[in-house]
């Protein structure tokens, strides 16, 4: 994945996020020079990997599938310093965009549709092959209990969100025609680099192609701490 992709979308992200009053922390514009000079103090940050956290999947087709995101709390399942049980993210979500097809086998999270246009979001349990089940099942959205046909798309509105429980395979973009969504996520602890089940064979941290200098580092780019 370009770094320039990367840089671009950071940017476009950082705006909506500004223009719909939802304000990011400090951290969000540190400099890579920063990060080389910061101490053991942002050792939360680093070790939770909060941050911005831009992936095209290794796919190549970022428009289409793709995710521009911030993680603002998360924990460390076993780590006693971050025990947090919880975590939160903010997605910028343009339309005709969308994550791939995934589950989580710990995760329960809650997506949000926090303002901007609607989001689509197409649900399946898992079955017990990994593979999507052919089971209808029932859901909870915006509090209301729900019956869902496996692979039926729902649509939320601003003000809208959905539980889904472990082993829910999703898949949300923003709904084309709606303009760009902010999309919340609440979660309990989030583990991108072992709890992403997708169906099929992707990178959840793609390799980067250095075509112009990072604006801002992501959070699985941090360097250690420096003494
Ligand atoms: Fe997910």
Same mark, same amino acid.
């Given at each position: 994945m370009k770094r320039s992709v990367i840089n671009r979308a950071i940017c476009e992200a950082a705006q909506f996020f500004a223009r719909m009053n939802f304000a990011l922390p400090e #951290?969000? #514009?540190?400099s890579p020079e920063q990060w080389q000079n910061?101490?053991?103090?942002?050792d939360e940050i680093r070790d939770c990997m909060l941050g911005w956290d831009v992936t095209d999947f290794g796919v190549g087709d970022f428009q289409r599938i793709g995710r521009t995101l911030f993680t603002l709390r998360n924990g460390v399942h076993g780590e006693p310093r971050y025990p947090k049980v919880y975590a939160e993210k903010i997605i910028y979500n343009p339309e005709g965009q969308r994550a791939p097809l995934h589950f989580h086998q710990s995760k329960m999270e809650d997506i949000i549709n926090r303002g901007g246009g609607n989001i689509l979001i197409t649900l399946w349990q898992a079955g017990p092959d990994n593979q999507a089940s052919e089971e209808g099942f029932s859901i909870s959205v915006s509090g209301l209990r729900r019956e869902v046909a496996p692979g039926q798309t729902l649509r939320l509105e601003p003000g809208d969100s959905i539980c889904l429980p472990p082993r829910t395979i999703h898949q949300f973009g923003g709904e084309e025609g709606t303009g760009v969504s902010m999309t919340g996520e609440v979660s309990s602890v989030c583990d991108d680099r072992s709890d992403n089940f997708f169906?099929?064979?992707?990178?959840?941290f793609p390799k980067h192609e250095e075509d112009e200098p990072p604006l801002h580092l992501l959070c699985n780019e941090y360097p250690p701490a420096s003494t």
């Open positions: #951290f969000a #514009f540190w910061g101490g053991p103090e942002a169906l099929e064979k992707l990178e959840r």
